[in-house]
């Protein structure tokens, strides 16, 4: 059975505050890894996908990459702005398109 | 605008009275899929349907229907809800041979 764990559950930064958040998974065949970021009272919207070991992703201030046992989600200097819970997910051979979430971080980030 | 529509947005409502939350797309997506949310345990998967009259199990199908009449349209039908399914519910969708799903805004029910 496929799990993603996340850590932490929530992480408060001051702007400017460069950080990580960690994303560790167990699947049979890895499909891809999904790094997805969801607001309150919204839908998750997709951020990246990474699909092998050594992948690396980037969008603005946010970078993600990819071991065969962990995925990072790099925050450089965050905004306010940046404030949402962040979510992974991988899929895996053989689940017909399911993916299977972690529980997200929550992050802020305040003045 | 490419997008996955849900309706209603929030709804309260009784045990055992039968209800149907709407998900249309517009991007011609075969597959299409519904999950739960619920905290401390994350998304879960209800059902998908990877085209038209093509469904199946997720995760958590007890209690829940679905039917793919049409390819933009994938309703959630709940014919007798129970307290224990209160929860934000999700649809998706995507594009067969990728991987990346979109997700509609969510419908937040609640059941008394």
């Known amino acids: 059975e496929d799990q993603v764990t996340q850590s932490p559950e929530a992480l408060r930064l001051q702007e400017g505050e460069s950080s990580s958040l960690n994303c560790s998974y167990t699947v049979s065949g890895l499909r891809g890894l999904f790094w997805y970021r969801q607001d309150p009272g919204k839908g998750p919207e997709f951020l990246f996908t990474?699909?092998?070991a050594g992948e690396e992703k980037e969008k603005e201030r946010l970078k993600a990459t990819l071991t065969k046992k962990e995925s990072f989600l790099h925050i450089t200097a965050p905004k306010p702005e940046d404030s949402a819970t962040y979510l992974c997910a991988v899929q895996g051979t053989g689940t017909a398109s399911k993916l299977t979430f972690g529980t997200g971080t929550r992050l802020q980030v305040t003045l | 605008e490419a997008q996955v529509t849900q309706n209603p947005r929030y709804l309260i409502t009784v045990t055992g009275k039968k209800l149907t939350v709407t998900c249309s797309q517009n991007m011609n997506h075969e597959y299409m899929s519904w999950y739960r949310q619920d905290p401390g345990l994350g998304l879960r998967q209800i059902y998908y349907s990877m085209n038209v009259e093509v469904t199946d199990k997720g995760d958590v199908p007890e209690g829940y229907k679905v039917s793919r009449k049409e390819k933009r349209n994938f309703p959630l039908i709940l014919e007798s809800p129970s307290p224990n399914q209160t929860s934000l519910y999700f649809c998706?969708?995507?594009?067969?041979?990728?991987?990346?799903?979109?997700f509609g805004p969510g419908t937040r029910l609640t059941v008394t």
């Open positions: 990474l699909y092998s």
């Open positions: 998706a969708s995507k594009r067969q041979g990728v991987y990346e799903q979109y």
